[in-house]
């Protein structure tokens, strides 16, 4: 510890150094905040961290010969100082104070150890998944996920780092825990750092050490477990969260993995360009805000798990959309549902505290309230089959539980079990007892006060208590003569005095040794009773699953019906698709019912859709409006058109938009390129994929020989491609390419009142970009723009030009018909003419 001076240090101190080496060896970058009274105090180098971290005063602890920094946040401000360290990437170790002061050393304790990914007290927790990630290499990556306060743990294989980054980005994981052979390799630490600025933390990544951890928390290393780096990430993830929870891992029941094949492909660009989860503007409104109809905590984090991973079994999509359209066709029954579901706490999370049992009563009561709504909503269910009736099988059995809680607690228990009052009376024969004698004594308190007036004649005696001198008898000066002899005085005030006698003392240290007995016998009663409801763990998840599906479908229901959604025709097999009058469902609430509904088909007579178009005509929003209905469809939801008849896609590539990555030291071509290579590697003939202006970050002549050469490609995939671009060369690949048709956004430009949007796709190639005019409706100045105007005049003559050496060029004149020749003579006279 940093300090200055050359004497021992003070006794307190000698303590807190000792116990912050020991949370050292485990957390070595933890800040302990170590309790002094009303102050949780930190020193040394600790403090100056604290201080600057926490904005608070750096003062020093000194004597005669000794002076370190020391800095410290009150009792009551703990919470929210760790939540800001927390939050600065920082963990945080909080030793409290176990015994009351006296004339030595206060013993101590490290109650708590508090990192980002593994906290479980709800005050310290969103609604949204709290995951501790732990990646190991081998045979390419594996991935750990542990959410603590919930007990959920997955894992998975990826042959490839950019496969593992994707599902890093989508699962948002708080904290991430990284073998050594990759926190030891600086470049790729620092990439990873750059992608992912959340705490890295160290962590045990030995093999046999794993397998020790699975067998701790799972009584088994499953066989699902067949790498070592699987091996390692799984245990080291188990072992990280054993330590920050002082072993208590029993909400944890099973390790799924999941095949990252087995769902739909979104990579993190497509996540990102389609908003799934984060704005791209500050005041945006992202695809889960509007889906998210849910009621319950436990229901929303259901709906972004789905959304995170869309489905590819036909069987399991069919499921979902028609447990959707049986609440769509049931009003009564889905209002009921998400009635009940309105009054539900957070079933997931109360089941993950009882199974390690930390709930507190309140919780415990919460619990209660919950498994009290289950057999109402089962009720409700009971007409139904399909997923409806699954989700009624899984939400019984629990009734015992109810009863037992409802016999033990109160209605409106304490926050905390030390706190007295929890139990109910009648529930314990022992704990009524003592409450019993401990309230005769309470009556013969409460009867004294009347009883000594009639003795004494003193009528205006009082009985009364104090923390400083307990129960006393209070005489004023008037009547200090008539004081009995059995009295003894204890304190002397300007105008009366107080007395007490032995009974009365007598009376009072059996009150509190009564009252301390029940509280001791209230806490061990309470403590059975919350270990009794740990063997019932595996019951209340299942439930809370249930619940939480329940709440996403009801609220899929809820939406479609609110704003007219259909249900569509799944097509597996990669064959057509069609949307007649769809909607993107962001835009469409921003416009605030002012949308204009488009067409789209894909097929085997046109699977690569060409759009051209002016900038702001809409041509991005109807390329996301297609990739939103395919996923919507693919999670099991209703989607925003008139009609929709949809294949299963493996996966959604988009390119859309563009950002210099300064971080990385990559430029904004640099990226563009980098995702469009990871789509060309990717796509397959069941994918869908969107393209926008692609090859804008280079050179005019480069980027379209790069945009024609991917367009080509993508149709030789025969992937379902939709390719906005201003390159209106490309438009007159058609007539080569069978399977690519040209489509532009209606735009017409008027003397009087310029260049209007009509936001309709329809048939065809547009006939210019109208930048110029975009321009002006921006508001450059109208030398800038009427100076562009001649400007663009000109380079468009030499445009011709251009064109007809390039056509030229790729003319193979050996085998050129005298109609082709005329046909060709004849387009470049039109150019040249202007199009008359």
């Known amino acids: 510890m940093k300090g200055t001076g050359t004497g021992a240090l003070p006794p307190m101190l000698e303590q807190y150094v000792r116990m912050r080496d020991e949370v050292a060896a485990q957390l070595p970058h933890a800040i302990l905040l170590f309790q002094v009274g009303d102050f949780y105090e930190t020193f040394g180098e600790d403090a100056e961290r604290a201080a600057r971290l926490l904005g608070i005063a750096l003062t020093h602890k000194s004597s005669r010969d000794f002076s370190t920094p020391m800095a410290g946040v009150p009792l009551r401000a703990l919470d929210q100082n760790v939540e800001r360290l927390l939050a600065a990437g920082v963990c945080v170790a909080v030793a409290d104070q176990v015994e009351e002061p006296g004339s030595g050393l206060v013993e101590r304790k490290v109650t708590h150890l508090l990192t980002p990914g593994t906290v479980t007290e709800e005050r310290h927790l969103s609604a949204d998944e709290n995951y501790l990630a732990a990646v190991a290499t081998g045979d390419g990556y594996a991935l750990a996920l542990l959410d603590v306060s919930t007990g959920e743990f997955r894992c998975a294989a990826f042959h490839t780092r950019s496969a593992l980054y994707d599902e890093l980005a989508r699962c948002r994981a708080r904290e991430v825990l990284l073998a050594p052979e990759m926190s030891g390799n600086a470049a790729l630490k620092a990439d990873f750092q750059t992608r992912f600025p959340v705490m890295l933390s160290p962590a045990n990544f030995d093999e046999a050490v794993g397998r020790a951890e699975l067998r701790a928390v799972l009584n088994e290393v499953p066989g699902s477990l067949n790498s070592a780096a699987l091996v390692r990430a799984c245990g080291a993830v188990l072992g990280y969260a054993r330590l920050t929870q002082q072993g208590r891992l029993e909400m944890v029941r099973r390790v799924v993995r999941f095949e990252p094949g087995a769902h739909m492909r979104l990579s993190d660009a497509a996540v990102r360009a389609l908003e799934l989860f984060v704005p791209q503007s500050p005041q945006g409104v992202t695809l889960m805000d509007v889906l998210c109809q849910t009621r319950t905590a436990g229901g929303k984090r259901r709906l972004r798990a789905w959304l995170r991973a869309p489905l590819l079994d036909e069987l399991s999509i069919r499921a979902r959309l028609g447990g959707v359209e049986a609440l769509t066709r049931a009003p009564d029954l889905r209002a009921g549902v998400r009635s009940l579901l309105y009054r539900a706490h957070d079933l ?79 529930f314990h024969e022992e704990l009524d007892a003592l409450r019993r004698d401990a309230l005769g004594h309470r009556e013969w308190l409460a009867h004294l006060e009347l009883s000594e007036r009639e003795r004494t004649g003193i009528g205006s005696l009082k009985v009364g208590y104090n923390n400083v001198f307990g129960y006393y008898l209070e005489v004023t000066g008037a009547h200090l003569g008539k004081v009995p002899t059995d009295y003894r005085q204890i304190a002397t005030l300007k105008d009366r005095a107080r007395f007490t006698r032995p009974d009365l003392r007598e009376r009072e240290r059996e009150i509190a040794r009564l009252e301390a007995a029940a509280g001791r016998l209230e806490l061990e009663v309470f403590t059975e009773l919350r270990d009794s409801l740990a063997a019932h763990a595996e019951a209340l998840g299942e439930a809370a699953g249930a619940l939480s599906d329940l709440d996403v479908l009801a609220g899929l229901a809820e939406l479609a019906t609110e704003h007219g959604w259909v249900r569509p025709v799944t097509r597996p097999g990669g064959e057509d698709a069609r949307l007649t009058q769809a909607r993107h469902p962001v835009v469409e609430g921003a416009t605030g019912g002012r949308y204009v509904p488009n067409d789209a088909e894909l097929g085997r007579g046109r699977h690569v859709l060409l759009l051209t178009g002016p900038n702001m005509a809409g041509k991005s929003t109807y390329l996301r409006t297609v990739a939103i209905c395919a996923l919507l469809h693919q999670i099991g939801s209703f989607v925003p058109a008139a009609g929709a008849e949809l294949p299963i896609y493996d996966a959604v590539h988009t390119r859309i938009g563009a950002s210099d990555d300064l971080a990385g030291g990559r430029s904004t071509f640099m990226v563009e390129m980098s995702e469009l290579a990871g789509i060309l590697h990717g796509a397959t003939a069941r994918s869908l994929v969107i393209l926008d202006e692609v090859g804008r970050g280079t050179s005019t002549l480069d980027g379209l020989a790069i945009a024609q050469a991917a367009l080509e490609h993508l149709h030789a995939t025969g992937a379902h491609t939709l390719f906005a671009t201003h390159y209106f060369e490309l438009t007159r690949l058609e007539g080569d390419h069978p399977g690519l048709v040209n489509l532009h956004v209606a735009a017409e430009e008027d003397e009087g009142q310029g260049l209007t949007f009509y936001h309709q796709v329809v048939p065809g190639a547009a006939r210019q970009s109208y930048g110029v005019e975009v321009a002006r409706l921006a508001g450059l100045p109208a030398p800038v723009t009427a100076r562009a105007g001649r400007l663009l005049g000109a380079l468009n003559t030499q445009g011709d030009d251009a064109q007809m050496r390039r056509d030229l060029a790729a003319l193979d004149l050996g085998r050129l018909t005298p109609l082709e020749a005329l046909e060709l003579l004849h387009r470049w006279q039109r150019g040249l003419l202007g199009g008359e």
């Open 348 to 426: 997931e999370r109360l089941a993950a505290r009882v199974a390690t049992r930390r709930a507190t009563p309140r919780e415990v009561a919460a619990l209660a309230r919950t498994l009290d709504l289950l057999p109402e909503v089962v009720a409700l269910l009971a007409a139904q089959d399909g997923l409806l009736g699954t989700v009624r099988a899984r939400l019984g059995g629990l009734p015992e539980v109810v009863t037992r809680i409802r016999a033990a607690l109160v209605d409106d228990p304490p926050i905390r079990a030390g706190d007295g009052g929890l139990i109910r009376d009648g």
